[in-house]
């Protein structure tokens, strides 16, 4: 049997263009927190990913499932230890505690949709990175200090958001 409808729960409806959106700038990306935790108690959130050339983050691995939908470019996946190209149009799934990153090496910006279950990682991201105005916003201009606060900040939050930097 499944539960009875729960009403105190809404439709959410996510477009990146709506002014309610925020953004966050981290490791040169910009993500937008289309569909966060709260939204979903805690089953997944959903996360649309602008990813500059040569960006992306650094080798990790979570205990949580990760999906990825390319929706423009293409991004250079490194999944225990093998690299595979994706392009747009195509979904992969990483599943949870595989060692993983990606890297946009084509020369030009790529765009993706994450999605995570349970969710989690907008939580992550937002405590580690900076909100910025817009999807064009240029990322913040941080003094070494401040990038060195970033990436401790990072590392000290991992294991509470199940994660682990290799």
Known sequence: ?????????????????????????????????????????????????????????????HDFEEMFTLLEGEIEFTFRGEKHTVRAGSTINIPANAPHNFRNASGAPARMLCMCTPAGQDEYFMRIGDVVAGKDAPPPQLSESELAERRRRAAELASTYRSEFL
């Open 1 to 61: 049997m499944i539960p009875d409808d729960d009403p105190s729960r809404s439709l959410t409806v996510a477009n990146p263009d709506d002014p309610g959106t925020t953004y966050v700038s981290l490791v040169g990306n910009t993500y937008a927190m289309l569909v966060t935790g709260e939204q979903t108690n805690g089953r997944y959130c959903l996360i649309d990913m602008r990813v500059p050339d040569g960006g992306g983050p650094p080798p990790h691995r």
